[in-house]
């Protein structure tokens, strides 16, 4: 019930989202672009997607070799005084 409940507010959320996003549009009407803006804008998305894309890349090889592995003893460590190494 607690899944359901997350997802059907989820979706409203998306649903009031897009809502807004729809009026906004129409009401900014007709919207003139110059050639640097779309150049810009072409930049901005490409380079927010080869960010994220690197971001992410560095998370993978990080768990695959075992970088996160002595933060997450240390803190297991720490919940469990009474283990001996």
Excluded: C, E, N
């Excluded at 009407?29 to 971001?55: W, Y």
């Amino acid at each position: 019930m607690g899944r359901f409940l997350i997802v059907a507010s989820l979706l409203a959320f998306l649903a009031a989202v897009v809502v807004f996003v729809v009026i906004s549009w129409q009401q900014m009407g007709v919207v003139q672009m110059s050639g640097h803006g779309v150049t810009a804008l072409i930049a901005g998305v490409v380079l927010s997607l080869v960010v994220g894309g690197g971001l992410m890349a560095l998370v993978f090889i990080s768990a695959r070799r075992g970088y996160d592995d002595a933060a997450d003893r240390r803190g297991s460590r720490s919940h469990k005084p009474d283990q001996q190494d």
